[in-house]
Every structure is written in C-alpha cells, then in structure tokens.
C-alpha cells in the first residue's frame, strides 16, 4: 500500500510516499527557516504564505521521486495537528482536494506521534539484518523533544499513545532556541549550542534544571532563566565564556532527559524508548540516552538525522496503521 503524506505544520513543507507504513519510496523538504531567521523565531504569517507557495511543487517533486502514478496512491495522509493554524490549513486543504480528486481515503495524522513513529522507517538498500526497528517491541516509551513538545507517551500499539509526561512550561527546543538567543548565537539554536558545547570536555558551571520528582513531567523554563541571569551578571568578565555557558546549560538538559525517560520505562517495564523530535538530533542526548539505556537492558531508538526534523515520510507511515484498522 502507498500512501501519499502531506506535512506543513510550521516552517517546513514536506511531500513523501512510504509503502506500508516502512519504506520510504521519496521524502521531500522545502523550509523557509531562512525568511525567520532575522526574527529569531517562526513567524506564523510568513510560514504560511510559503506553504501556499511551496505545496504545489513539493507534491509533484514527491510523486515523481516515487516513480509512482498519482493512479499507485492508496491513500493521502495529512499532518491534522498540533501546529500553526496558518500553516496546517494550507496542507489540509491541499489534501482534502488531492483525496476527493483521487477518490482515495484522507488520513489525518497526529504531528507528534509521527514524531515518535519515524523510528520505523527504512530507505530504499536498507540492510535487513541491521534493522533497528525490529528490535523494537511494544509496548514502548516515546519521547518527543522538538521546538513545540517535550512529551513522554505510553505506546501500547501504533494508534494508541497515551500521554504521561510533558513539559510545565517551554519545550526544550524552545528553551535551547530562547538560551541561543541570550548568548547571540543566532536562530534555531540547538545545532550551535549542540556544536558549541563540544568544544568544551567537562563544563565547570552548573546550572539547575528542576526535577519535579516524582511527576514524569519536564520543566526548562527555570534554566533557560538560570543561563539569562548568568550571561547579564558575568559576560563583561574575562573568565565569560559562551562556550562554557552553552556546555552547562545543555548537561543540565540532557541529564534531566535522561534521567526521567529511564525512570519511566523502568517504571513501565518497556524494554523500547523511541526518541523523536528535532532535538533527538542532539549528539549529547543520543550518546548519554544511548549508554544510559544500555546498562538499563533498554533498547533505545533514534531516528536518522534528516527523519528527526519535520518531514511527510512520518506522517505517511504512521497513517498506514490508522488505514489498516479503520
Ligand atoms: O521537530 P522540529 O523540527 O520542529 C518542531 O516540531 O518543533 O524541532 C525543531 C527544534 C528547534 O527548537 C531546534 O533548535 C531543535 O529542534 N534542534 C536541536 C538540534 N537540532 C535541532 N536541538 C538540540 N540539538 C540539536 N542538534
Ligand atoms: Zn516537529
């Protein structure tokens, strides 16, 4: 079965065709990152008036990547939400009129377990012997840690994610964006400060994350703020470094992450966690999740690079389990 997915829930605008809910036949991006940059965030307005623009060439570059015929589309799936309304409007609309042009089901499709769901997918030559997501029984742990989300679920099948955890207040990748802004380092801000704090071995400050023990719920807003007061207090000192300061802030994060996504499994008995989300492309919190999760007996996921950020190819899979039970 091929199933045609549609993605347009912030800045990106993406087309994608997956066969059975795995493999992926085409994925194409358009972003409009750069028309944000200069505002240090997505504006809503102009995501939307890209998605206008962009949907139409995305559509047919996917289809063509697929080598398929709009006549080989079983079904067409669509990102419903959570997401800009602006932006979500545009790849509904475009869906709704590609479905009732085909005569083939829509399929709405939720942002954020597609998130999680990316850890399914494999590409054309993939190596069936090195297969991840065999090894990845449910039920499982999902994690979304994105610019909108920080979420923990309870998957026990592929149309039921139930919510455990979230965060009281920013997501991280807000947090990560909002400490990038402070320390100047431009927009988005995860990949600087994942960059940056490589360069120092063990960072000396500490800064405090809150814990909200016995909650499976995240909070980052208090260290994004601990980074804020830090930077006007000490950035006229010879000793401030921005490096250091991006170092302290992203252990903190990354151990909070780590820390409370054990717990939840242990406590859930699941032996999988699914990461998804664009800061499961952190190289600190895949290397720390990942020898975390080892010594727990957890098999911990993440998916390749380019399926962490937005994209269609999630939201085709993922609609292929709605599709199978509907
Ligand atoms: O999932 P995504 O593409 O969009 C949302 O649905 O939010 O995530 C974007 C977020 C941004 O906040 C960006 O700063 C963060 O993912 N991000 C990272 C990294 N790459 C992207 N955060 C930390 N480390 C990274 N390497
Ligand atoms: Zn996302």
Known sequence: MNILGIETSCDETSAAVVSDGRLILSNVVASSLKDHQKYGGVIPEIASRRQLEYINIVVG???????????????????????????????????????????????????????????????????????????????????????????????????TFRLIG????????????????????????????????????????????????????????????????????????????VAEVAAAFQTSVVNAITEKSIEVCKRRKCHSLLIGGGVAANSALRSQLQSRAAKEGIVVSFPDLALCMDNAAMIAGLAFHHYSHR
């Not at 042009?101 to 769901?117: D, F, M």
């Not at 909002?178 to 990949?191: H, M, S, W």
Request: charged share 20%; proline share 6%.
């Open 61 to 159: 570059k996917a289809l063509d990547g697929s080598r398929l015929n709009y006549s080989d589309i079983d079904a067409v799936a669509v990102t419903r939400s959570p997401g800009l309304i602006g932006s979500l409007l545009v790849g509904v609309s475009f869906a709704n009129a590609l479905s009732f042009a085909l005569g083939k089901p829509l399929i709405p499709v939720n942002h954020i377990q597609a998130h999680i769901y990316a850890n399914y997918l494999v590409g054309h030559g993939y190596d069936a012997s090195r297969d991840r997501s065999a090894c990845l029984p449910l039920p499982a742990v999902g994690l979304v840690v994105s610019g909108g989300h920080s979420s923990l679920f309870y998957i026990p099948d592929f149309r």
């Open 166 to 241: 979230e965060t009281r207040d920013d997501a991280v990748g807000e947090a990560y964006d909002k400490v990038a802004r402070i320390l100047d380092l431009g927009y988005p801000g995860g990949p600087v400060i994942d960059k940056l704090a490589h360069t120092v071995r063990e960072p000396k400050l500490r800064f405090a994350c809150a814990p909200l023990a016995g909650t499976s719920d995240f909070s980052f807003s208090g260290v994004k703020t601990a980074v804020l007061y830090y930077s006007r207090a000490n950035s006229d000192k010879p000793d401030y470094s």
